[in-house]
């Protein structure tokens, strides 16, 4: 799978002439300037940046828990946003996932990863089955009765993931999912996150401050520069897929990573 056509579709999401601005006078932030930007459906596309460049705000509006100061959003061609108002229905096939697990210690794993099901009406027995069954993808089989402070900070992630994807939304926002594991065990949870989303055909956005982790998971990425805020350029990561460890050390990765880099410092000047 490669190069998503952008005009065959309409696009699964759609952000047009989006602005944030944050307080006002002295204190005011432009935490995004007039972005851009469109994903087609199964599309991996990264948000790359430095620490305040308002990567977060623009998944957290996406994600209809922001109001942006202008512009629109749509998802699967539903408006969330319009002319910077709320809009649309309430409920989104959209899951958001964060960088801490934010998982309820008094509840055992598959009561954690049940817990949207639950939010939706779902019967207690069917969503710990449908619990059991994404723990098993996203490979915690065996460790669905214990407790979030029984397992590895991985783990818990995982765990995590399965409460985003037990909904088996449309459309996925990952927040530095795994910024906080260690580099083994982020790539191994980063190759079956590209696993899931591919055979879920999910549309994924991820906010990432490694270059090398946006290269290699993205089908594009998005480049963003600070004061003021705003998009520096989308560029494509011209990798076949299934990927596998062994990309990173090719020149084309290596070239690809250098590109970023250099992107990132252009928009920083
Ligand atoms: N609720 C808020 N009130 C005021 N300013 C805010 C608020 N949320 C974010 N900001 C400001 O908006 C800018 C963008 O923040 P955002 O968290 O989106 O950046 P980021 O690129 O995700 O940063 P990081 O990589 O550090 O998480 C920052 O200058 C931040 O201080």
Known sequence: MMAFDQGEHPPEIEISGLTKVFGGGASEVIAIKNANLDLQKGEFVSLLGPSGCGKTTLLRIVAGLETPTEGNVAVRGNTVWKGGRRSGPATRPVSMMFQEARLFPWFTVAENVALPLRVQGMGRKARLEKAHEICETVGL????????????????????????????????????????????TRDNLNLE?????????????????????????????????????????????????????????????????????????????
Do not use: N, W, Y
């Not at 594009?220 to 003021?228: G, S, T, Y």
């Open 141 to 184: 089989a065996g460790f669905e009765h214990h407790r979030p402070t029984a397992l590895s900070g991985g783990m818990r992630q995982r765990a995590s993931l399965a409460r985003a994807l037990v909904t088996e939304p449309q459309v996925l926002l990952l927040d530095e999912p795994f910024g906080a594991l260690d580099a083994m």
């Open 193 to 269: 996150l590209l696993d899931v989303c591919a055979r879920a055909h999910v549309t994924t956005i991820l906010v990432t401050h490694s270059i090398a982790e946006a290269a290699f998971l993205s089908d594009r990425v998005v480049v963003l520069a600070p004061r003021p805020a705003r998009i520096v350029d989308v560029v494509e990561m011209p990798f076949e897929r299934p990927r596998t460890l062994d990309l990173q050390r090719s020149t084309a990765f290596q070239d690809a990573v250098g590109a970023l880099r250099a992107k990132l410092k252009e928009g920083a000047a």
